[in-house]
């Protein structure tokens, strides 16, 4: 039987949180006097905390304290975990339910792969976390996307190899992880904006059973 790892990112893969992740940093850069778009918010999709807020800094000119910069962070995931706290498994993207049941019927790897320090708790919220194998998130990794650590550690506790395991991801910095970790990468969104992925799918509902079938028999 081929045993194949799946990693799945978690904000704006398994739930709509990115928009949660952007209003709360738009909220935060106004209150600095920083104004940015839709657009440049593709920058810190799948970016830690830290790097977004060092981005978004760049981006107005700022210069800031280190304990300002400290409460920053503070104010923005005070801010997202306000979004969040109402979460509930209606909250899941179209489809994933169908996919993670599908590969553990299947005795697929599953696993999580997300930049953000609040996957436990969302995963939990969402009612999904029993679903995983493995759980990496922005608490066991030093370096974020778009370094692959994430995925290969996510590979290593699947005791899958790289080469066997393939990714979902959002973020342009995610795909980017994942290719260089050397998986297969597949985009969740915009095909322009994530053409660096193998294959890019609007949403879940858009990837066939056969599909998955495929990657798990390759
Ligand atoms: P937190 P993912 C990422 O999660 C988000 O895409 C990104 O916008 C966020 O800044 C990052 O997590 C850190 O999140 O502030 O909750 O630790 O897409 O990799 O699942
Ligand atoms: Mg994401």
Redo the contacts with the bound molecule.
């Keep these: 039987m081929n045993t194949k790892g799946f990693i799945f990112?978690?904000?704006?893969?398994?739930v709509d949180?990115?928009k949660y992740?952007?209003l709360a940093?738009q909220k935060l850069a106004k209150s600095i006097g920083v104004d940015f778009t839709e657009t440049q918010n593709e920058q810190?999709?799948?970016?830690?905390?830290v790097?977004?807020l060092e981005k978004i800094l760049n981006w107005g000119q700022k210069t800031i304290s280190k304990d300002e910069f400290e409460s920053l962070m503070v104010s923005?995931?005070d801010d997202?975990l306000g979004h969040i706290n109402d979460m509930d498994a209606t909250e899941i993207l179209p489809d994933v339910p169908k996919i993670l049941n599908y590969l553990i019927e299947n005795k697929q790897g599953v696993a999580?792969?997300?930049?953000?320090?609040?996957?436990g708790p969302i995963l939990e919220k969402v009612n999904l976390l029993s679903k995983f194998d493995v759980i990496v998130?922005?608490n066991s990794v030093t370096k974020?996307?778009p370094d692959p650590e994430?995925f290969l550690t996510g590979a290593k506790l699947l005791k899958i190899e790289a080469k066997n395991c393939i990714v979902f991801?959002?973020?342009v910095a995610?795909v980017k992880a994942a290719n260089a970790a050397n998986m297969i990468s597949i985009g969740i969104g915009d095909k322009e904006t994530l053409h660096e992925a193998d294959y890019v799918f609007s949403d879940f509902t858009e990837i066939s059973i056969e599909f998955i079938q495929e990657l798990i028999n390759r």
């Design positions: 990112d978690l904000d704006g893969v398994i949180t990115a992740h952007f940093w810190l999709k799948g970016v830690s905390r790097k977004s923005k995931n997202y999580l792969g997300s930049a953000s320090k609040n996957a998130d922005g974020g996307k994430v991801e959002d973020a995610g």
